[in-house]
């Protein structure tokens, strides 16, 4: 598959279906790396050396399984592993240091992605808000302040829709264009499409 191709798969996950989104948001408004070049440069990155980023490199596969990559994170609950790796691997590429704000993101973006044995509704307490900071960054686009400027903040996490629960071929067919929990972020998302819609053309 080639390597175009394979980028342009990895941006539908990111932008429609949530996977890394948030990360890569912050990484655009707060670092100034735009998600399409952050995309590339990962997926280099893993075919380079991808027995160094194993919770990452089934997205070097092609034509990446999506279906079993939601499968597989939705079961063992193992979001958090890829997320922790996707910030490592981003402080190895970019220098990103460790900070409040980026801890933010990756508990929420964790938290929003469905998965086995937790209990909902779930309330998510982040070091900074990291909702309200992503609504201003609709609104206002790079002139929103960082996430760092913002106070302490809580999500509320729910599954109505039964996401993590036990897969099965009919559940994912109803909700194949689903996998992010419901959250105010996905409520901001769907508020302001436009915005994210200039986000994945940037993607």
Known sequence: MRQTERALQLQRATRDLG?????????????????????????????DSPARW?????????PIDLG??????????????????FAAWAQTRYGLPDSTAWSSVLTLQTAIMPACGRAYPESVEVPHDVVA???????????ACSLESYPAGQVVVR?????????????ARAHSSRWELDSPLLEARAH??????EYSRSA
């Open 19 to 47: 996977v890394l989104h948030y990360l890569l948001v912050y990484l655009d408004h707060d670092c100034g790396l735009r998600p399409a070049e952050v995309l590339a440069d990962l997926l280099e990155d893993l075919q």
């Open 54 to 62: 194993p919770s990452l490199a089934p997205l070097l596969d092609g």
């Open 68 to 85: 079993t990559l939601r499968e597989a994170n939705r079961a063992h609950a193992s979001w958090g592993s890829l997320h922790d790796e």
């Open 133 to 143: 900071w992503f609504i201003a960054r609709c609104r206002h686009g790079q002139e």
């Open 159 to 171: 599954d109505p829709w039964g996401l993590s629960n036990a897969w099965s071929a009919d559940r």
């Open 192 to 197: 302001y499409q436009a915005t994210e819609s």
